[in-house]
Nanobody, 122 residues
Framework: VQLVESGGGLVQAGGSLRLSCAAS????????IGWFRQAPGKEREFVAV????????PYADSVKGRFTISRDNAKKTIYLQMNSLKPEDTAVYYC????????????????WGQGTQVTVSS
Protein backbone atom coordinates (compact mmCIF):
# COMPACT_ATOMS: atom_id res chain seq x y z
CA VAL A 1 0.00 0.00 0.00
CA GLN A 2 1.40 3.35 -0.97
CA LEU A 3 0.16 6.93 -0.98
CA VAL A 4 2.33 9.58 -2.60
CA GLU A 5 1.53 13.27 -2.31
CA SER A 6 2.72 15.89 -4.77
CA GLY A 7 1.99 19.45 -5.80
CA GLY A 8 3.21 21.33 -2.77
CA GLY A 9 5.44 24.38 -2.99
CA LEU A 10 5.87 28.04 -2.19
CA VAL A 11 3.05 30.42 -3.13
CA GLN A 12 2.09 33.96 -2.25
CA ALA A 13 -0.97 34.69 -0.15
CA GLY A 14 -4.07 34.65 -2.32
CA GLY A 15 -2.57 32.12 -4.69
CA SER A 16 -3.58 28.54 -5.49
CA LEU A 17 -2.09 25.07 -5.45
CA ARG A 18 -3.46 21.66 -6.33
CA LEU A 19 -2.21 18.74 -4.32
CA SER A 20 -2.41 15.20 -5.66
CA CYS A 21 -2.35 11.91 -3.80
CA ALA A 22 -1.50 8.88 -5.93
CA ALA A 23 -2.67 5.57 -4.48
CA SER A 24 -1.29 2.13 -5.27
CA UNK A 25 -1.32 -1.36 -3.84
CA UNK A 26 -4.98 -1.39 -2.81
CA UNK A 27 -8.45 -0.96 -4.27
CA UNK A 28 -9.09 2.74 -3.86
CA UNK A 29 -12.83 2.34 -4.47
CA UNK A 30 -13.26 0.80 -1.03
CA UNK A 31 -11.47 3.55 0.85
CA UNK A 32 -12.33 6.95 2.18
CA ILE A 33 -9.50 9.44 1.84
CA GLY A 34 -8.56 12.31 4.09
CA TRP A 35 -6.27 15.27 3.78
CA PHE A 36 -4.61 16.40 7.00
CA ARG A 37 -1.92 18.98 7.73
CA GLN A 38 0.66 19.66 10.37
CA ALA A 39 2.32 22.99 10.97
CA PRO A 40 5.57 23.31 12.97
CA GLY A 41 4.93 22.93 16.66
CA LYS A 42 1.28 22.02 16.16
CA GLU A 43 -0.70 18.83 16.13
CA ARG A 44 -1.85 17.22 12.91
CA GLU A 45 -5.27 18.55 11.98
CA PHE A 46 -8.11 17.55 9.72
CA VAL A 47 -8.49 19.48 6.47
CA ALA A 48 -11.00 17.55 4.32
CA VAL A 49 -12.17 14.02 3.68
CA UNK A 50 -13.98 12.37 0.81
CA UNK A 51 -16.13 9.27 0.97
CA UNK A 52 -15.75 6.24 -1.28
CA UNK A 53 -18.43 7.55 -3.64
CA UNK A 54 -17.28 11.13 -3.46
CA UNK A 55 -20.71 12.27 -2.31
CA UNK A 56 -19.66 13.20 1.23
CA UNK A 57 -16.94 15.83 1.58
CA PRO A 58 -16.75 17.51 4.97
CA TYR A 59 -14.22 20.31 5.42
CA ALA A 60 -12.56 21.99 8.35
CA ASP A 61 -14.10 25.39 9.03
CA SER A 62 -10.75 27.05 8.39
CA VAL A 63 -10.68 25.90 4.75
CA LYS A 64 -14.37 25.74 3.88
CA GLY A 65 -15.13 27.69 0.72
CA ARG A 66 -11.45 27.83 -0.28
CA PHE A 67 -10.41 24.17 -0.61
CA THR A 68 -12.05 21.43 -2.68
CA ILE A 69 -11.37 17.72 -2.34
CA SER A 70 -12.10 15.36 -5.22
CA ARG A 71 -11.19 11.88 -6.38
CA ASP A 72 -10.71 10.02 -9.63
CA ASN A 73 -10.86 6.32 -8.83
CA ALA A 74 -9.97 5.37 -12.40
CA LYS A 75 -6.72 7.29 -12.07
CA LYS A 76 -6.33 6.19 -8.42
CA THR A 77 -5.73 9.79 -7.46
CA ILE A 78 -7.23 12.16 -4.93
CA TYR A 79 -6.90 15.92 -5.26
CA LEU A 80 -7.01 18.92 -2.98
CA GLN A 81 -7.55 22.20 -4.82
CA MET A 82 -6.48 25.04 -2.57
CA ASN A 83 -7.50 28.59 -3.48
CA SER A 84 -7.14 31.92 -1.69
CA LEU A 85 -4.26 30.56 0.31
CA LYS A 86 -3.29 32.25 3.56
CA PRO A 87 -0.02 32.18 5.51
CA GLU A 88 -1.77 30.13 8.19
CA ASP A 89 -2.25 27.36 5.61
CA THR A 90 1.50 26.74 5.73
CA ALA A 91 2.06 23.13 6.77
CA VAL A 92 3.02 19.68 5.62
CA TYR A 93 -0.04 18.16 3.96
CA TYR A 94 -0.71 14.45 4.20
CA CYS A 95 -3.24 12.19 2.54
CA UNK A 96 -4.49 9.12 4.35
CA UNK A 97 -6.71 6.15 3.54
CA UNK A 98 -9.31 4.42 5.66
CA UNK A 99 -11.32 1.37 4.68
CA UNK A 100 -15.03 2.09 4.13
CA UNK A 101 -16.46 4.93 6.22
CA UNK A 102 -14.58 8.22 6.46
CA UNK A 103 -13.96 10.17 9.63
CA UNK A 104 -12.25 13.43 10.52
CA UNK A 105 -10.16 11.66 13.17
CA UNK A 106 -6.60 11.16 11.97
CA UNK A 107 -6.05 8.26 14.35
CA UNK A 108 -8.61 6.17 12.45
CA UNK A 109 -6.63 6.22 9.20
CA UNK A 110 -4.38 3.25 8.60
CA UNK A 111 -2.35 4.29 5.55
CA TRP A 112 -0.46 7.58 5.21
CA GLY A 113 1.66 9.30 2.62
CA GLN A 114 4.97 10.97 3.35
CA GLY A 115 3.57 14.49 3.06
CA THR A 116 4.17 17.50 0.84
CA GLN A 117 5.21 20.93 2.08
CA VAL A 118 2.99 23.93 1.40
CA THR A 119 4.40 27.34 2.25
CA VAL A 120 2.33 30.50 1.83
CA SER A 121 4.20 33.79 2.03
CA SER A 122 2.55 37.03 3.12
Amino acid sequence: VQLVESGGGLVQAGGSLRLSCAASGFTLDYYGIGWFRQAPGKEREFVAVISQSGDDTPYADSVKGRFTISRDNAKKTIYLQMNSLKPEDTAVYYCAAKLLLTTTLATRYKYWGQGTQVTVSS
